[in-house]
């Protein structure tokens, strides 16, 4: 599986942005994706995942704001982000597990800025 991360950028605080991720290969409908965010100086932390049968879960401090979706027809994981906040402001990656091998795979990652 090859993840391209796409749609991050500067924008100001309480603005909106929609993040994309493209998936090669033909199991994308069988795979869990979501999308993860590492601030400068701390740890990758999950921000919101979906399942392959369309079941989504987010971290507290982007819930109500953040929607995961996915479309199968054309092998993309989205990630619509509103009410944009300073502390949002993170490399995001698209990661996708792959349940026949057990093996993790990661986007190169999109830069977002929210400036104050």
């Known amino acids: 599986v090859q993840l391209q991360a796409s749609g991050g950028g500067l924008v100001q605080a309480g603005g909106s942005l929609r993040l994309s991720c493209a998936a090669s290969?033909?199991?994308?409908?069988?795979?869990?994706m979501a999308w993860y965010r590492q601030a400068p100086g701390k740890q990758r932390e999950l921000v919101a995942s979906?399942?392959?049968?369309?079941?989504?879960n987010y971290a507290g401090a982007v819930k109500g704001r953040f929607t995961i979706t996915r479309d199968s027809a054309k092998n993309t994981v989205y990630l619509q982000m509103n009410s944009l906040k300073p502390e949002d402001t993170a490399v995001y990656y698209c990661?996708?597990?792959?349940?026949?091998?057990?093996?993790?795979?990661w986007g190169q990652g999109t830069q977002v800025t929210v400036s104050s």
């Open positions: 990661h996708a597990f792959r349940l026949d091998t057990l093996t993790n795979f």
């Open positions: 290969g033909t199991i994308f409908s069988r795979t869990p």
């Open positions: 979906i399942t392959s049968g369309g079941s989504t």
